[in-house]
């Protein structure tokens, strides 16, 4: 079987959903910024990278049993750390909501 898939152009910066909130999407993965030649967007998305990771920009989460953590996956960029699945139990559960305007009936009760 013969699988073919589509590269996607990513979006580099844009707006989250409904609320007044600017973006750049950027991770360890992006490879280069479309348009710009490879070496200057590599330079720019190491320097954009570099400081998105300071430590006054990072949490790290230290588990306790019944913790129960969330983050939203459009303006949030993680990444996972060694886990043994064999020794530790791991539950996930993932949420996934639409993001829309409330009407302005709840927005005078807020």
């Given at each position: 079987m013969t699988v073919t898939i589509t590269p996607l152009t990513p979006v580099f910066a844009g707006e989250v959903g409904a609320i007044d909130l600017r973006r750049v999407d950027l991770a360890s993965h992006a490879a280069h910024v479309v348009d710009w030649p490879v070496p200057e967007g590599r330079l720019l998305l190491r320097d954009l990278t570099d400081h998105a990771t300071q430590p006054q920009f990072l949490y790290r989460h230290v588990w306790r049993p019944h913790d129960f953590v969330i983050w939203d996956?459009?303006?949030?960029?993680?990444?996972?750390?060694?886990?043994?699945?064999?020794?530790?139990?791991?539950?996930?559960?993932?949420?996934?909501?639409?993001?829309?305007?409330?009407?302005?009936?709840?927005?005078?009760?807020?």
């Open positions: 996956n459009r303006c949030t960029m993680h990444r996972a750390r060694p886990f043994d699945d064999k020794t530790h139990r791991r539950e996930l559960r993932r949420t996934t909501s639409l993001d829309l305007p409330l009407p302005a009936s709840a927005q005078a009760s807020c």
